[in-house]
């Protein structure tokens, strides 16, 4: 198994290219299923959960041919309706077959994604909403089965704003009968993309980045050209990483306006911040990063996804911060790892208290979820001496050649290949 290994302390200097975003290319990926032909995606970035959807839509008939970031994928042949438990158990999201899958052929048999580290995930509100549509749902050996004649358009109330349940109605509806109206929809930036993207198709979708869409359901879809958007969670940990390292680094395929609550808060805590004319963001750490509070909320809010990385920044503040984790319920697994790099950290139900030390120190550390590896990526940069982090296949479940990327940016940062 590979392991990062990181030799601390090293200033990060220089410039470094977003890749196209994961929770982005994904549902877009599973939007092929909707219309037959040959759909083009590019900047689509290279990492094991596309693989995991490229081996999924390959299982449902698909064939998919890659070069470098661009994807074809030629859904035209597309017979299988099932999404086995092997791959959704590696891979959430996969979930997001349902709602294409009942569009176009009447019928799903997805795998329940069972258990999961960063809390239970529930898929109920996904099933909820295509049952508003006029799906009938049961359960069968630890599958969901779907089956709907024709999806009809409907109102339908999130409990809560979920992003992939928005996702798989979005599309889902795109072709029903009918206009379906989704209140207390999520209003990710991932969610206006995949609805640009449908409209692209012929869907006809407005309110998209609102809590309110609305959805007119046409007869049928055409194939998908797109560009995947910039990853604003990696583009988010960059700039944490110049943060705790005193760095001076810039950034190109950034969007800004994706990431305004993190530079809002990594602005309070002194970082310099600037939007250069060349459509480059320039992140320059201060000596001593400022301790504030954040609690992550549903977009526009801070995001869940960068609650790991800002609790690593926070771990050497100059004072004490308080992080309020509201989206996931177990998602701080990360804190005994950064514990054993010297952070001092207290977790009281979903609040951690987090006072700032002197310094962290390298130590061998296990990444346990996607975005708590990257945390500890971010420790080991700006920590004494050496720090190894293993099972980094979390890590490269969402980072594009991560250890590349910060070694062109002045960090000492190797992957080594362990024998099983
Ligand atoms: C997506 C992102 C993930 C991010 C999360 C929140 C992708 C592939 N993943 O995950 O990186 O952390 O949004 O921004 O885009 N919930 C229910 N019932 C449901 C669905 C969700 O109770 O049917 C709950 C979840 O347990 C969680 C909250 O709603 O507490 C938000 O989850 P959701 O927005 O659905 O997250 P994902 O789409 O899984």
Redesign the pocket.
């Known amino acids: 198994m590979d392991k990062i290994v990181i030799h601390g302390g090293n200033r990060l200097k220089g410039e470094v290219k977003v890749s196209g975003a994961?929770?982005s290319a994904?549902?877009l990926l599973f939007a092929t299923i909707l219309a037959p032909g040959i759909h083009r995606l590019s900047n689509v970035p290279a990492l094991r959960d596309i693989a995991t959807v490229e081996k999924l839509l390959t299982i449902l008939g698909a064939e998919i041919s890659r070069k470098d970031n661009e994807f074809s994928v030629e859904a035209t042949r597309i017979s299988s309706v099932e999404a086995p438990y092997d791959l959704v158990r590696t891979m959430?999201?996969s979930v997001l077959v349902l709602g294409p899958l009942l569009a176009r052929f009447g019928h799903a048999r997805v795998s329940l994604p069972g258990g999961c580290a960063i809390?239970?995930?529930?898929?109920?509100?996904?099933?909820k909403g295509l049952e508003a549509l006029g799906a009938r749902i049961s359960l069968d050996h630890g599958y969901v089965e779907a089956r709907a004649r024709r999806l009809k358009g409907a109102h339908i109330h999130f409990?809560?704003?979920?992003?992939?349940?928005t996702?798989n109605i979005m599309m889902a509806a795109s072709l029903a009968r009918g206009t379906t109206i989704l209140e207390n929809a999520?209003c990710?930036p991932?969610i206006t993309e995949l609805a640009e993207a449908l409209n692209s198709m012929g869907a006809r979708i407005e309110g998209a980045g609102t809590d309110r869409i609305r959805i007119e359901g046409v007869q049928e879809l055409k194939p998908l050209e797109f560009t995947v958007m910039p990853d604003r969670?990696e583009a988010g940990t960059f700039m944490i990483a110049a943060a705790m390292t005193r760095g001076d680094i810039r950034m190109s395929g950034v969007r800004p306006g994706h990431l305004e609550a993190l530079i809002s808060k990594l602005r309070e805590t002194g970082v310099e911040i600037n939007f250069e004319e060349n459509g480059k963001l320039r992140v320059k750490g201060p000596r001593k990063v400022a301790s504030v509070n954040i609690k992550t909320l549903?977009?526009p809010g801070f995001?869940?996804?960068m609650q790991a990385q800002f609790m690593a920044l926070m771990a050497m503040g100059a004072g004490t911060s308080v992080i309020t984790e509201s989206?996931?319920?177990n998602r701080f697994m990360h804190v005994c790892e950064l514990q054993r790099m010297g952070a001092d950290i207290t977790i009281e139900g979903n609040t951690a208290t987090v006072k700032g030390v002197k310094g962290l120190l390298g130590a061998p550390v296990m990444a346990t979820d996607l975005r708590a590896s990257a945390s500890l990526v971010l420790a080991g940069l700006a920590a004494e001496n050496t720090t190894e982090v293993s099972r980094i296949y979390h890590l490269d479940r969402g980072y594009e050649r991560i250890e590349e990327k910060l070694r062109g940016l002045g960090a000492h940062i190797e992957r080594v290949s362990e024998p099983m």
Do not use: S, Y
């Not at 409990?159 to 349940?165: A, E, F, K, Q």
């Open positions: 994961k929770n994904l549902p959430r999201a809390g239970a995930r529930p898929i109920n509100l996904h099933l409990d809560l704003p979920t992003v992939g349940g996702e999520a990710e991932e969670v549903p977009h995001p869940t996804d989206v996931f319920e």
